[in-house]
């Protein structure tokens, strides 16, 4: 069985995830750090695309003491597995993502992806290989499942939200809006990449709640699967 897939993003009030040169910006505070951090505690896996690695280096660790005791206590790991959609294997070997934390690292490659490079990543990481020129998503989230990963939470960027969004494997969104504007045309957004071009194409959501948080405002959404 698939895993369910999160995707929780914090947004500009113009829906910009950064700025045009893809510099990372503090859009939430304390409160919806503490959030995300309970979110990742609580699910099997985080998942971000390579853009996400080389523009911030995150380690995608879970970062309160309490949330890692949490995952103790029920019997998983300190830290989820970290899983990076890297198409052509150009994640360095010294990313964060693939030495900060205890726990399971996956890197998901194309049948593309240099051969040196995935021998050298398989020294770091779990290499799966998925698709033929790019990861294909339905195969890599079907081999997740296989491995027992049940939840994913995904945070980012827009390329992989958008390919995961289009292949129909996104359960729920997370936003959170926050009360600045970045700007820009070339600024990356939530759902980047080709966009749907007809209306019919368009992905549907249900609004399971709305709130005040910090200045800003979350949004949680379920992504309407069609009938």
Request: proline letters at 4%; aromatic letters at 2%.
């Amino acid at each position: 069985m698939r895993p369910h897939v999160i995707v929780n993003a914090a947004m500009s009030a113009d829906g910009k995830l950064s700025t045009r040169e893809r510099r990372q910006v503090k859009i939430s505070g304390a409160q919806d750090f503490n959030r995300v951090d309970r979110l990742k505690a609580g699910s099997d896996a985080v998942m971000v695309g390579i853009g996400t690695v080389l523009a911030d280096d995150p380690s995608l660790t879970v970062k309160a003491e309490e949330c890692r005791n949490n995952r103790i206590h029920r019997g998983a790991d300190e830290q989820p597995v970290r899983i990076v959609v890297d198409s052509r294997a150009r994640i360095p070997p010294d990313a964060s993502v693939l030495h900060k934390g205890t726990g399971k690292r996956i890197v998901a490659v194309s049948e593309r992806a240099d051969k040196e490079k995935i021998a050298r990543l398989r020294e770091l990481a779990t290499v799966i290989i998925a698709g033929k020129d790019r990861v294909d998503l339905v195969q890599l989230m079907d081999e997740l499942g296989d491995t027992g990963i049940q939840r994913v939470m995904v945070e980012g960027g827009g390329t992989l939200i958008a390919s995961l969004i289009a292949a129909g494997l996104v359960d729920e969104i997370y936003t959170f809006i926050g009360n600045i504007v970045i700007g820009g045309k070339d600024a990356p957004t939530l759902a980047d990449g080709e966009g749907f071009v007809r209306e019919p194409e368009f992905c549907r959501l249900t609004l399971i709640e709305a709130r005040k948080l910090e200045q800003g405002v979350l949004l949680h959404w379920t992504v309407d699967r069609p009938a």
